[in-house]
């Protein structure tokens, strides 16, 4: 028994001096590039996730190279007669040769893990005195862990002679392309086990991933077992003749073909994909048109020069839309200033006010008309500052709504059509119907996004301001918009109370106008009825791993809308906070964990129609990550 460790131990030593050699090499460049009393724990394990992409390629490759030579060097130098001849079983000469090419092998993650307890043994100071002796330990074990199932891997591999690297390549394209479509496949990547991934100062340690792949390595290195127990024997010796005849050489030289093959479309990918995140990162795109410039009486335009047309045609009706707005509100601005309007889009998604100016996306859409209403919309904002004195975006969180809802109010009964009107009124009954109109979360912008969907102010401010024209004509929204410019205005309100005063001031009636808005949406409600009753209430159900947290929605097909989610890490998150995931097979909508930072998250299931893009979102739900 001794000798046949003597033996394993001779085959090994090349293997053995590299592995000494890099060790050797990291005490090295630690000497030479680093300050060893100022590289704790923390920053080692940090090099490690860093390197990654690096290091579970190089282990496998050492590994997957040694157990490749170990089982059919005995056939190959005619030892196994030898072998046979000893008073051993060939399960106990297997074992041998397996735990000697373990413990070979893992003599590189107890060469990093001395290191990285060395380097921080000089390092610790009186912020961080504890030696972090456990962390170490998960270290090593994770190591080890990946090393085991490599190996098991490899001892199969090593049965099909030349065709074992191409047989490893065919796995791990497979691999990639199931990993596009089953995220959950991921607890069977060996080079994800041992990956820093921290609660706290918690190392979590991958149960699932751990028990599926020791479920898998176990079973193959069993089956490796069998095969060097006799069933193997038939199998080589089959190969070996079959290299004598033409037909064993046309089929090794397509193995040696898929090996190259395999090899350039493998660094392709991996070419194609760094190039792909760093052209999604860092590569600038400059515009090959030029910013314009042109005038109305009301408005002065910047415009791509390459959009010359559509800004012409908006232009033409700019001033008629200014009019209008002007006319509904009972006043003009009070500077004669021109309202400068941005329509290369930078930074909006259809269009922005901010004081006396606006900016739109003149390339959204090729329709005068619906950029005309876009128009109409932000300059109605304008208007709104102004006569209030910029009132209301001073206190934004309580009025919002109404903000936005006067400037939808006029944006479709001014300048769009019937049917785009009763679209947005659709969801407004949506939401009726659902019992989501609460008038106290309206007036508080923060708990109404801690809550649903911030665009129901659109839809619901609309019918706010439809009410309180219903009860008190046209005029009333220029007094209200007065009311709050009054000097002696009480200070530090807001809410309802807030509201309560303006109206009061306005001699308006806010109860009977809240009424009345309730009034119209029951109206609506039963006038889209029948949609109404065929949209599902939807909920969905968490499936988390270590590296993905996925939403799986309990209904996935509604005719003629798409099932929709969306993810966010806090209540207070804006809208351009939000984390918009990728959706795969079985329906589910996955996003990596390590983009959630908290204890917890919120998703938002919804429906977005396809033929008109209406939107319907339900409630925030929080949930706490496991």
């Known amino acids: 028994m001794r000798s046949l460790w003597l033996k394993e131990l001779r085959a090994s030593r090349p293997f ?86 373990f413990m070979v092998v893992s003599i590189l993650p107890l060469i990093e893990t001395t290191r990285f307890a060395f380097l921080h043994l000089l390092s610790r100071n009186s912020l961080d005195p504890s030696f972090h002796v456990n962390l170490l330990l998960t270290s090593l074990a994770l190591d080890i862990f990946q090393i085991f199932t490599l190996l098991c891997f490899g001892f199969l591999c090593s049965f099909l002679g030349r065709f074992a690297w191409a047989v490893a390549g065919i796995v791990f394209w497979l691999y990639l392309l199931l990993s596009d479509h089953a995220p959950g496949i991921s607890v069977f990547n060996v080079f994800l086990v041992n990956q820093p991934f921290f609660e706290g100062q918690h190392w979590v340690i991958p149960w699932k991933m751990l028990f599926f792949q020791l479920g898998l390595s176990v079973p193959i290195l069993a089956l490796s077992l069998a095969l060097f127990k006799g069933k193997g024997d038939r199998w080589l010796s089959f190969q070996r003749n079959l290299t004598h005849k033409t037909a064993g050489r046309v089929i090794g030289a397509i193995g040696i073909l898929a090996i190259v093959f395999i090899t350039v479309s493998l660094i392709w990918w991996v070419v194609v994909r760094n190039t792909q995140d760093e052209a999604g990162e860092s590569q600038p795109a400059f515009a090959e048109w030029t910013i314009s410039q042109a005038t109305s009486q009301k408005y002065t335009f910047a415009y791509p020069s390459n959009l010359q047309n559509r800004a012409m045609d908006l232009l033409a009706g700019a001033d008629e839309i200014h009019q209008k707005v002007s006319h509904f509100l009972g006043t003009a601005p009070t500077s004669g200033d021109r309202i400068h309007v941005d329509l290369s889009g930078a930074g909006c998604e259809s269009g922005q006010a901010y004081w006396k100016s606006i900016r739109m996306d003149l390339a959204k859409t090729a329709d005068a008309q619906e950029l005309g209403a876009i128009l109409g919309h932000e300059t109605t904002h304008v208007f709104i500052d102004q006569i209030s004195d910029r009132r209301l975006s001073d206190e934004f969180n309580s009025t919002r709504f109404f903000h936005e809802g006067l400037a939808t109010y006029l944006e479709y009964r001014l300048f769009s059509p019937e ?104 109206e609506d409600v039963q006038k889209h009825a029948q949609e109404i009753e065929t949209l599902p209430r939807l909920q969905g159900r968490l499936i988390s791993d270590r590296y993905w947290v996925g939403i799986k929605p309990t209904q996935t097909k509604v005719d003629g809308w798409e099932v929709i989610c969306r993810f966010r890490q806090k209540p207070k998150d804006m809208k351009h906070d939000y984390l918009m995931p990728e959706r795969h097979l079985h329906d589910t909508f996955y996003i990596p ?25 339900e409630s925030w739900v929080e949930v706490p990550l496991k």
């Open 16 to 101: 053995l001096l590299l592995i000494c050699l890099m060790g050797l090499g990291s005490y090295v460049d630690d000497a030479f590039t680093k300050i060893p009393y100022l590289h704790p724990l923390a920053s080692s394990l940090r090099e490690a996730a860093e390197y990654q992409n690096f290091s579970p390629v190089f282990i496998f490759l050492l590994t997957f190279s040694l157990s490749l030579g170990i089982l059919p060097r005995e056939y190959d130098e005619g030892t196994i007669e030898f072998l046979d001849s000893l008073p051993l079983s060939r399960a106990r000469i297997f074992l041998v040769k397996f735990l000697m090419a």
């Open 419 to 522: 049917e785009k009107l009763q679209e947005l009124r659709s969801i407004a009954a949506i939401l009726r119907s659902r019992k989501e109109v609460e008038i106290k979360e309206f007036v508080d912008d923060e708990k109404l996004r801690s809550k649903r969907d911030l665009d129901m102010v659109y839809p619901i401010g609309e019918r706010f301001v439809a009410a309180l024209v219903s009860v008190y004509g046209d005029e009333a929204v220029g007094k209200l918009l007065r009311a709050f410019t009054r000097p002696n205005a009480p200070k530090g309100l807001s809410g309802m109370e807030l509201w309560y005063d303006v109206f009061q001031a306005a001699n308006l009636d806010l109860n009977r106008v809240i009424d009345q808005m309730f009034v119209l949406l029951d």
């Open 593 to 617: 964990r390590s983009s959630l930072s908290g204890a917890s998250f919120g998703y938002q299931l919804g429906l977005i129609n396809m033929k008109d893009s209406r939107v319907i979102y």
